[in-house]
């Protein structure tokens, strides 16, 4: 995995709706520096942090007497005790289509403890992404904040890889660094929004991750908010409302506007 501090990236952008009659959730980035980490499940794609864990040939010897070391390992700490002869005895009697349920089972455990342990904050490195403009800031009418790496809070913020299918791994390969991987991995259909991922952890546990101050809510470096960019479309109603929000805190953040070229790109301006 690869942090925007490693790939040199600079800024990184974080597009957001702006709904006149729904404005508090926005309003704490600004005057409570708050910024919220959905759990997996709570973003908008449902194959979201998934992986798949398959069993290889049980038929092969040498395969088999791995697998039935791993499935003892598993259980082994689990009430009632069994001990390993009268496992394996228990082992042998299962069908190979019990393996397969078992190891799916093993998988959707693992994604809902993946899925309570860990919250997730997207951003892009792309600021002029006319679908990202479209997608989540009502189309156009929203606004984008600008945040600075040169610091450990945005600068740790992982590179998502995009793959062609969700992974599939071997259940005797899996580990627990290929379930912290799911959290940056998504399939290529989203490799338009070059996103980015603050992680953190729901206990605070994580070394170097962001502190929760409550559940999914972290608080950020003000000085690290270094621009506003509004929408193309966004009102000056709109854009006189968000600058209310803003305080001495906020007098380094520069504010652009994005301008629509003839061609059907986008242009960042300063205003």
């Known amino acids: 995995m690869k942090s925007a501090r490693d790939l040199g990236v600079k800024k990184l952008y974080k597009y957001r709706a702006f709904e006149p009659s729904r404005t508090e959730f926005i309003k704490s980035i600004f005057e409570k520096n708050e910024l919220y980490y959905p759990f997996p499940s709570g973003l908008n794609d449902p194959f979201e942090c998934q992986f798949q864990l398959k069993v ?13 070391v791993w499935a003892y390992e598993v259980q082994k700490h689990l009430s009632p005790v069994v001990g390993p002869v009268d496992y394996f005895k228990y082992y042998d009697s299962l069908s190979n289509e019990t393996h397969l349920k078992l190891t799916k089972d093993i998988r959707d455990k693992t994604f809902e403890t993946v899925d309570q342990k860990w919250g997730i904050f997207s951003l892009s490195s792309d600021p002029q992404n006319v679908l990202m403009w479209a997608h989540y800031a009502n189309n156009h009418r929203g606004f984008c904040l600008e945040f600075d790496t040169s610091n450990d809070y945005f600068g740790r913020a992982w590179k998502v890889n995009y793959v062609n299918r969700i992974n599939s791994i071997d259940i005797l390969d899996f580990s627990e660094e290929d379930a912290f991987n799911s959290l940056v991995t998504k399939t290529k259909e989203w490799s338009y929004e070059s996103e980015f991922r603050v992680i953190s952890h729901a206990q605070n546990q994580g070394v170097g991750l962001p502190a929760l101050v409550r559940e999914n809510v972290s608080e950020f470096p003000v000085s690290r908010l270094s621009g506003i960019i509004f929408g193309a479309r966004m009102s000056q109603a709109d854009i006189t409302e968000v600058l209310g929000w803003l305080d001495e805190r906020h007098s380094h953040v520069k504010l652009k506007k994005i301008g629509l070229n003839d061609d059907g790109t986008l242009r960042v301006t300063e205003i």
């Open 56 to 68: 290889g040939d049980l038929s092969d010897l040498e395969y088999r007497s791995k697998h039935r």
